[in-house]
């Protein structure tokens, strides 16, 4: 069993920065690919970045060059440094790993 803990959404303006962490529990993830998704109200859950245990990243289109996805083994930790944040990047993230899922952290984007 993994328990997976999504911290450091918030409201921040337009052009802002947020910081998201995931902390797992009950395994070590240093072996799998994780991944952050969003879901936006009335819009399915879609992936918008993901990190493999070779350190291999993928990004959305709708985040590359913005986003940043990092993971420190040691603290069996996983973050997603989001910059220049706009209104549609507002939603619910959720972190994954495996077939685990946090409960998500709403990041909204307004002035």
């Known amino acids: 069993q993994v328990q997976l803990v999504e911290s450091g959404g918030g409201l921040v303006q337009p052009g802002g920065s947020l910081r998201l962490s995931c902390a797992a529990s009950?395994?070590?993830?240093?072996?799998?690919?994780i991944g952050w998704f969003h879901q936006a109200p009335g819009k399915e859950r879609e992936l918008v970045a993901s990190i493999t245990s070779g350190g291999s990243t993928w990004y959305a289109d709708s985040v590359k060059g913005r986003f940043t996805i990092s993971r420190d083994n040691a603290k069996n930790t996983m973050y997603l440094q989001m910059n220049s944040l706009n209104p549609e990047d507002t939603a619910v993230y959720y972190c994954?790993?495996?077939?685990?899922w946090g409960q998500g952290t709403q990041v909204t984007v307004s002035s």
């Open positions: 009950g395994r070590t993830l240093d072996w799998y690919a």
């Open positions: 994954r790993a495996l077939t685990y």
